[in-house]
Antibody, heavy 117, light 110 residues
Framework: EVQLVESGGDFVQPGGSLRLSCAAS????????MVWVRQTPGKGLIWVSR????????HYADSVKGRFTISRDNAKNMVYLQMSSLRDEDTAVYYC??????????WGQGTLVSVSS | QSVLTQPPSVSAAPGQRVTISCSGS????????VFWYQQFPGTAPKLLIY???KRPSGIPDRFSGSKSGTSATLGISGLQTGDEADYYC???????????FGGGTKLTVL
């Protein structure tokens, strides 16, 4: 059974940093691209970033480019999202997903990031 | 203002069929696969349709997807009260080199 478990969400002040983690199990992790999607409370889904199977290709939404960094550790079956220069508008539930053509076919339960002074 | 345009809401009676549209452009829907998700309040989205018209195992055949040109459509037949949820379309945008979602459609089963 595919399982994705996010962690690392927290309250942080504007300008601060946070690293989200996603632990994957139940599939051959090193064979799949992975993706992060976020959702502002009460609002729609926003695509954030993706990373290929060996970590050599990454893509970002314009809204996070230069501030967020996606990475992975295939030995640990983990994918990460390092977030810096956080803004109020980054407040959201962040989901990681196993990717198919840039979109999740399986989703984690999400982790809440709250950016506020 | 999402790159993909969906109606904010649709409604229909139980047993009826409803369609949800997703409009884009040649840089996204026109040349890439479309995905559809169902989301209930407080839960993670669930994949309904992938590769524009395929259903994952376990998704009833009441749900269908299609794509024509720069638009895609999710169809739900035999509506049930349990189908009341938010529905999102998504696809890759080759110009943005990023994924894009529609703004979501709230389905009400009257």
């Amino acid at each position: 059974e595919v399982q994705l478990v996010e962690s690392g969400g927290d309250f942080v002040q504007p300008g601060g940093s946070l690293r989200l983690s996603c632990a994957a199990s139940g599939f051959s992790f090193s064979s799949y691209w992975m993706v992060w999607v976020r959702q502002t409370p009460g609002k729609g889904l926003i695509w954030v970033s993706r990373i290929n199977d060996d970590g050599s290709i990454v893509h970002y939404a314009d809204s996070v480019k230069g501030r967020f960094t996606i990475s992975r550790d295939n030995a640990k079956n983990m994918v990460y999202l390092q977030m810096s220069s956080l803004r109020d508008e980054d407040t959201a539930v962040y989901y990681c997903g196993r990717e198919r053509w840039a979109f999740p076919d399986y989703w984690g339960q999400g982790t809440l990031v709250s950016v506020s002074s | 203002q999402s790159v993909l345009t969906q109606p904010p809401s649709v409604s229909a009676a139980p047993g009826q069929r409803v369609t949800i549209s997703c409009s884009g452009s040649s840089s996204n829907i026109g040349n890439n696969y479309v995905f559809w998700y169902q989301q209930f309040p407080g839960t993670a989205p669930k994949l309904l349709i992938y590769d524009s018209d395929k259903r994952p195992s376990g998704i009833p055949d009441r749900f269908s997807g299609s794509k024509s040109g720069t638009s895609a459509t999710l169809g739900i037949s035999g509506l049930q009260t349990g189908d009341e949820a938010d529905y999102y379309c998504g696809t890759w945008d080759s110009s943005l080199t990023a994924g894009v979602f529609g703004g979501g459609t709230k389905l009400t089963v009257l």
